[in-house]
């Protein structure tokens, strides 16, 4: 397609320029709805072990991307992996995530170790390496981290959490170990992002899963000035996207970090986004990802409807409002990305 590095598709779109159709690429993209993935893993034996393991890291990242053709792919990671970086014991089970020595004192932050990821992860720039290397050309290598407020929520929550007690307690109560923890949170991130671009990653995505938790006024001031930092420190280098879950509220800070796009959630409306984002930044998103439970017909006609009703637009960059689901038939995965590669802008 004599594409050089700078025109692909997915990073034309992200700095909002014109484009011949709309760049598709899906959160969860890899995953235990895809066969050959379930199939690295029971060989690998865990999650930790396929992460860790840059051939396989690499293999299952490149899985989605040799059988549906998407425009971007997302290295095969966790935004928890600095955690352990820092210190942290981190187990991965069917229940999820868990952080078995949740941080909850001054001292607790303080034990956390602020080395450089290109040491305490040099197996994720290995893992980009080998991406990159056996990319087709044309799809946009993206690296990730989680935002500092949403990695302090498992760092002191110890897993997934539904409504965040000890985080807000501890935040409220303690709001020097708060900053203390937040401080070291976003210089971790902002190295691990950097780090990840040094290694071939052309795009990042700054997970903010669970920042809508706050209400805007707690957003600003216990997260939005540490992702204010990762977004400075990285933002001018590298094309970065914003996301977070469920956050409409917060819509109008995000766009105002001056992002290169902000991720809108399934439960916004996307039109209304691309107003409210007055050009500011590109828009990605947001088919609900349990559509892709429904049938491949019933996506495909799903699909056209949410790329025609932002028809014309500049700056789509269409994906899922959150993660794959694991029942996922592969099917509908391709209705989806079939259809966006189908349409013409
Ligand atoms: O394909 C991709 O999107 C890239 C890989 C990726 C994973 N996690 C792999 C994964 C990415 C970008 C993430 C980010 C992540 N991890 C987030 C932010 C995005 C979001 O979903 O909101 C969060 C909150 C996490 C933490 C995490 N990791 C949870 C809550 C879970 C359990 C839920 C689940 O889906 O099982 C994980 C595990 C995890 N991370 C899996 C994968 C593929 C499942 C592992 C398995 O059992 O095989």
Redesign the pocket.
Known sequence: MGETPDNKLLLRALRREPVERTPVW???????YLPE?RAV?AQAGG?LE??QEPELAAEV?LQ?IRRFGMDGA???????LPLQAMGMELV?D?A??SLPRPLRTRGDVEALTLGDPRTSLAYVGRALELVRAGLPGGVTLLG?A?APF?LAS?AIEGG?SKSFLELKELMYREPATWEALLERLSAMVAEHLLFQHEKGAEAL?L?D??ASTLTREDYRRYAAPWTARVVAAVGERVPLVL?A?QAEHLFDDLCAFGPAAVAVDHRSDLASAFERSRGRCALQGNLDPGVLLATPTEVARRTRALLESVRGLRGHVLNVG???L?ATDPDCVAAFVETARELRA
């Open positions: 899906l959160m969860r993209q890899a995953g235990r993935y893993r999650f396929m992460v990242t989605p997302i290295l095969f990671s966790d935004i928890l991965f069917e999820g995530p990730f989680g949403t498992y997934t995505v997970f899963t669970w996301f879950g959150h993660g794959v694991p």
